[in-house]
């Protein structure tokens, strides 16, 4: 915009708002990722750069995004001292601060914390940064190169991200795992056991409950033939090993 003052001040932002995906710098338009892993494919984002005048003008255009499914081996975390709000904010910077300190270009694949509460992610100074590195011919690093190069370059990193972050920053090399689950995942897998639970401590009490009525019908059956057994025959064996006589009663002798 070549006006000046708030007439030339453009703010970006995405048209229909915030995406999980993907968010973009107001001060300088650029779109950066928040959380792509395991989503390959094309996002068209529309874009809209609006100056601050008193009567605001905008312009809209598309940035269609391409994310290739790249190989998990070769993902790198990156573990930082930093809560996941500001790791977000400033994920534009820490991309740029290991691209000029690796000497590669870097892909940020995904943002995430171990706090699964939206509420809850400004409470724990430690965010995982899962990165991809590439050479100029567009391949990709070796993961154990990245680290290599970690490790080497982990107090200059450190001093530029101070920088960024406007605080004292710790970095780690933490273990990537191939896809990390998703909170709706953990809690489906923790109700499928429990439900498997309940189903096999019902299936045992039923079964238990069917053997003793078993063994409750059998005792029934035993006393039942041994009644059957004593009116069969009048000189039956009684408890107490004595011999009886059932008698009938007087009145039908009449």
Do not use: C
Not at 237 to 253: F, T
């Amino acid at each position: 915009d070549p006006d000046s003052g708030d007439n030339g001040r453009l703010l970006y932002s995405f048209v229909s708002g915030q995406t999980d995906e993907f968010d973009i710098n107001e001060n300088t338009g650029q779109i950066f990722t928040v959380s792509v892993a395991e989503k390959a494919g094309t996002f068209n984002l529309e874009v809209q750069a609006a100056d601050q005048g008193t009567r605001r003008l905008t312009a809209q255009t598309t940035v269609s995004v391409t994310v290739d499914s790249s190989s998990s081996s070769n993902i790198v975390m990156l573990v930082l001292n930093q809560k996941i709000n500001a790791v977000e904010r400033y994920s534009a910077e820490v991309q740029r601060v290991l691209e000029e300190k690796l000497g590669w270009n870097v892909y940020v694949v995904n943002i995430y914390s171990n706090e699964f509460e939206r509420k809850a992610r400004s409470s724990t100074d430690e965010t995982q940064v899962n990165i991809l590195a590439f050479d100029d011919a567009y391949q990709q690093v070796p993961a154990e190169d990245v680290k290599r190069k970690l490790r080497e370059q982990k107090s200059a990193i450190e001093v530029e991200l101070e920088k960024v972050f406007s605080a004292s920053v710790s970095t780690a090399i933490g273990e990537a795992s191939a896809a990390a689950a998703p909170p709706e995942l953990v809690a489906a897998i923790v109700l499928g056991v429990l439900l498997a639970i309940t189903f096999i401590a019902f299936l045992a009490y039923v079964l238990l409950d069917l053997k003793r009525k078993r063994k409750y019908e059998k005792q029934d059956l035993v006393k039942k033939v041994e009644i059957m057994e004593g009116i069969d025959n009048p000189w039956a064996v009684d408890k107490n090993g004595s011999l009886k006589s059932l008698e009938k009663p007087q009145h039908m002798n009449n």
